[in-house]
């Protein structure tokens, strides 16, 4: 894979990512655990695409990192979280219920 597919892959995975991170953050959560998990989570994702490039490395793996919560905060604010879509699945697939 080359780093353009690399790039795409990550924007990708990017894209989708607060709809995933939706089904595992928990209204009853703090923000800050929630936030924990989505960096983790953005860090797994970091190396499983990194991996499929065949370049696991640090400076690969940081790169995508970046690029992949970058733009999965950008995705959030600008669609997800607007348009209802992530807020709704949280609310609906969260076992702790905020109080």
Do not use: C
Request: charged share 10%.
């Amino acid at each position: 894979m080359n780093i353009n597919n690399l790039l795409q892959l990550n924007i990708i995975v990017a894209f989708f990512f607060p709809l995933v991170m939706a089904f595992l953050k928990q209204d009853g959560w703090s923000q800050r655990v929630n936030s924990i998990l989505s960096a983790i989570v953005a860090a797994i994702a970091a190396v499983v695409t990194t991996a499929a490039d065949g370049n696991l490395s640090f400076a690969h793996w940081g790169e995508s990192f970046v690029l992949i919560f970058t733009v999965a905060v950008a995705a959030y604010h600008g669609l997800w979280k607007p348009s209802g879509v992530e807020p709704a699945i949280q609310t609906a697939t969260s076992v702790v219920r905020g109080g």
